[in-house]
T-cell receptor, first 114, second 112 residues
């Protein structure tokens, strides 16, 4: 049973560029959430996708956008990259109707903006 | 406001017990998670508390007091592999299922 997978593992971009990160949820999961984790900090919620729509959003600017596909996989897009966007981006998946609402995290994408 | 506080770092000896406290003040509350995160890796689920009281899972136990906005994670018989960051996270109430609000994490260092 494959867990949550993310690609790429590492990415280096220049300020002002755009980036797309990808996530495949754990088998059987239908909900995908994205988090940003700065060094030494806890993950910060960016947004959540369910049934191909953004259902909740954290305190992140519109430069951060996403998409969920019919197979439940998801993309995170960040436009006009800033140095402060350098972080570990984590994808987490869950099953909407599961009582515990436990989220399974992927290994993350380490984004460095120079 | 939203505030989740936990100590920055704790050091303990192999075989000992360590208790990591977490206090929270959030606009809503439905449950509290504890995750373990080794350096450079994804957070992994340890426990989920909804009701007041103690939940025990092997060497790890988690306690919740909803009225006090307080939780702790108890790690017993510490092993070197327990050296990691421990994250406390709250799920708000209402329609915010799955939106985890994390504390900054507590770095536990286990020494021989």
């Amino acid at each position: 049973d494959a867990g949550v997978t993310q690609s790429p593992t590492h990415l280096i971009k220049t300020r002002g560029q755009q980036v797309t990160l990808r996530c495949s949820p754990k088998s059987g999961h239908d909900t995908v959430s994205w988090y940003q984790q700065a060094l030494g900090q806890g993950p910060q919620f960016i947004f959540q996708y369910y049934e191909e729509e953004e259902r909740q959003r954290g305190n992140f600017p519109d430069r951060f956008s996403g998409h969920q596909f019919p197979n439940y996989s998801s993309e995170l897009n960040v436009n006009a990259l800033l140095l402060g966007d350098s972080a570990l981006y984590l994808c987490a998946s869950s099953f909407e109707n599961r009582a515990s609402y436990e989220q399974y995290f992927g290994p993350g994408t380490r984004l460095t903006v120079t | 406001g939203q505030n989740i506080d936990q100590p920055t770092e704790m050091t303990a000896t192999e075989g000992a017990i360590v208790q990591i406290n977490c206090t929270y003040q959030t606009s809503g509350f439905n449950g509290l998670f504890w995750y373990q995160q080794h350096a450079g890796e994804a957070p992994t689920f340890l426990s989920y508390n909804v009701l007041d009281g103690l939940e025990e899972k092997g060497r790890f136990s988690s306690f919740l007091s909803r009225s006090k906005g307080y939780s702790y994670l108890l790690l017993k018989e510490l092993q070197m592999k327990d050296s990691a960051s421990y994250l406390c996270a709250v799920t708000p109430g209402g329609g915010s299922w799955g939106k985890l609000q994390f504390g900054a994490g507590t770095q536990v260092v286990v020494t021989p």
